[in-house]
């Protein structure tokens, strides 16, 4: 790749290095710069600019960092669409991520420009929670490091990334007594527990007390096994001190064996591991009491992910668990919700589909009901939507509301998520579809995607883009699809801004607002012309036929 000063005469087809904003002109840094663009920039007095051009061995950065990020990863991960040479990967459920330390490290060796950042290995993660990121440093990579990634991700039978979901257990808890141990401790220690476990998704199923004796033990677990327990639990009134201490004798007389005592974790020294007709059994250090994170905590998540915790695994446990130093350290099982930095969450984002429309330019029939490419129009843009990554979808419908709703329900499986959303005054313009679709989104929703029914070419990998180019900490809060240096449809909206949509009347929806915000727009380079291919005219849906439709 050649980085540096070019002259404008050779800067068309280049990457703009740094962002030009003067005269006019608003282009941001990593700009594949058009013909169009460089006239502009001409006209402006530019002479020379700062420019990446590719080589032949060079891969554009977002086509490098999907390549890696695709075979990084592995199960219960979501792969965003690349942005700015960065490809996320997030959690699709609770669980524990499990990371290859061993190959991230070799793969980060291989060339300054390929980059991966992972969560610690086995760190617990929340669904939507952010795993890891590809980042690839410069506008472009060289082909043969990635190809060396890509070899290294493929090298073993397990990927670099992936999350193993937390899956419901049964457990049963045994607590002992001696004389002295009062009832409140132990009723404390049972909502502790309990709590521990509903955050597993799990539940506690059975708890017995009895005398702090091996005999007495033995036949409590014996007892829980009526509750068909997948997880056995043994709280002693005095800490296991020793292999064959009075909590392991119980658990070998109930027909167990031990099959490991102690862990390299502080607080949770004197955990102990065993195994009853096949189910694992706890015995419990005295932390376990505690909603503070500890070493119990460990080995509890790894089983409700049904990850090994075997010798081999509680002795690794060492680098890392020192716990008692960590007073940041989460507590899931704590209730309320305090304010602050948690971890990094893919966006919320919705999509509003308008489909309400009169469709005078067609010449009277109902353009959303038009067949194109054997499908009404409608339907290609309602299995973008369900094809991305969006978590909710809203179809606004309007003119001939229950002819659409109906075609659109056809062509869709069961239960497949879309709502919909009747806007009584369609008749008075653009705008009120889109306030009626944003007005119906739930409070969780950070950014809303404006759809346009009459657009059949805007696919799912178009809407995962713009979700890619938003970031409001980085002011990218209005991201916009651009082709060829043209703004086009659809445009996502940074739900800072659904207070200024509801403003909006006529029939140009929310334009205007771009203007308005322009230092917090992003655009977002597409290939191929669908963002900018609406069908409004009988005309319009010949030509878009002629030209392959949907495959084209």
């Known amino acids: 790749m050649k980085f540096g000063e070019t002259p404008?005469?050779?800067?068309?087809?280049?990457?703009?290095?740094?962002?030009?904003?003067?005269?006019?002109?608003?282009?941001?840094?990593?700009?594949?710069?058009?013909?169009?663009?460089?006239?502009?920039?001409?006209?402006?007095?530019?002479?020379?600019?700062?420019?990446?051009?590719?080589?032949?061995?060079?891969?554009?950065?977002?086509?490098?960092?999907?390549?890696?990020?695709k075979v990084l990863a592995g199960k219960g991960i979501e792969v965003t669409a690349p942005f700015t040479g960065r490809?996320?990967?997030?959690?699709?459920?609770?669980?524990?991520?499990?990371?290859?330390?061993?190959?991230?490290?070799?793969?980060?060796?291989?060339?300054?420009?390929?980059?991966?950042?992972?969560?610690?290995?086995?760190?617990?993660?929340?669904?939507?929670?952010?795993?890891?990121?590809?980042?690839?440093?410069?506008?472009?990579?060289?082909?043969?490091?990635?190809?060396?990634?890509?070899?290294?991700?493929?090298?073993?039978?397990?990927?670099?990334?992936?999350?193993?979901?937390?899956?419901?257990?049964?457990?049963?808890?045994?607590?002992?007594?001696?004389?002295?141990?009062?009832?409140?401790?132990?009723?404390?220690?049972?909502?502790?527990?309990?709590?521990?476990l509903t955050s597993l998704g799990s539940t506690l199923v059975g708890e017995l007390r009895c005398a702090h004796e091996a005999g007495a033990i033995a036949a409590a677990l014996e007892e829980l096994k009526k509750e068909g327990c997948d997880l056995y639990l043994v709280a002693g009134a005095s800490a296991i001190v020793d292999r064959h201490d009075v909590v392991p004798a119980g658990i070998e007389q109930a027909g167990g064996v031990v099959t490991h005592f102690g862990m390299p974790v502080d607080p949770g020294n004197l955990l102990l591991t065993g195994e009853l007709e096949g189910k694992p059994v706890l015995g419990l250090p005295g932390c376990a009491k505690s909603p503070k994170y500890n070493g119990f905590d460990m080995v509890l998540e790894r089983l409700a992910a049904r990850l090994p915790v075997r010798r081999a695994e509680i002795v690794r446990m060492g680098a890392g668990g020192l716990l008692a130093e960590i007073p940041t350290r989460p507590q899931p099982r704590d209730d309320s919700e305090e304010e602050g930095d948690g971890p990094q969450q893919a966006p919320k984002v919705a999509i509003v589909l308008l489909a309400a429309g009169r469709s005078t330019r067609m010449g009277g029939p109902n353009k959303m009901l038009a067949e194109a490419d054997g499908q009404p129009l409608v339907v290609h843009a309602v299995k973008a939507a369900l094809a991305s990554q969006a978590v909710e979808i809203v179809v606004v419908l309007g003119h001939m509301a229950d002819e659409v709703r109906t075609a659109i329900e056809k062509a869709l499986p069961a239960k497949a998520r879309v709502r919909f959303v009747v806007n009584p005054d369609f008749a008075e313009g653009l705008s009120t579809s889109v306030k009626a679709g944003v007005a119906s989104l739930g409070a969780g929703i950070d950014a809303a995607i404006v759809q346009l029914g009459d657009m059949p070419g805007v696919s799912s990998a178009i809407l995962d883009r713009l979700m890619a180019g938003f970031s409001p900490v980085e002011g990218r809060s209005i991201c916009v699809p651009t082709v060829g240096g043209k703004r086009g449809n659809p445009v996502l909206w940074a739900r800072r801004f659904f207070p200024e949509i509801a403003q909006v009347t006529g029939d140009t929806g929310a334009k205007h607002l771009i203007g308005e915000h322009a230092d917090l727009v992003c655009e977002v380079e597409m290939g191929g012309d669908a963002a900018i291919t609406d069908i409004d005219t009988p005309e319009a849906l010949a030509a878009w036929r002629d030209r392959g439709g949907a495959s084209a």
């Open 8 to 69: 404008i005469e050779e800067a068309t087809g280049a990457i703009l290095g740094h962002s030009w904003r003067t005269k006019g002109i608003n282009f941001s840094k990593g700009r594949l710069l058009s013909s169009d663009d460089v006239a502009k920039l001409k006209a402006a007095g530019a002479e020379s600019i700062v420019a990446a051009r590719l080589d032949a061995d060079d891969m554009h950065e977002d086509e490098a960092a999907a390549t890696v990020a």
């Open 87 to 196: 490809c996320n990967h997030f959690a699709i459920e609770a669980g524990l991520a499990v990371i290859d330390h061993e190959r991230i490290d070799a793969l980060n060796e291989l060339d300054e420009s390929v980059t991966v950042a992972t969560l610690s290995p086995f760190a617990r993660v929340m669904p939507r929670q952010m795993v890891a990121t590809v980042k690839v440093i410069p506008y472009a990579a060289p082909k043969a490091a990635v190809s060396r990634a890509t070899e290294l991700a493929k090298s073993a039978n397990q990927p670099l990334v992936s999350v193993a979901p937390f899956k419901p257990m049964r457990a049963g808890l045994v607590q002992t007594m001696l004389p002295g141990t009062r009832d409140k401790v132990l009723d404390k220690a049972v909502g502790t527990t309990g709590k521990r």
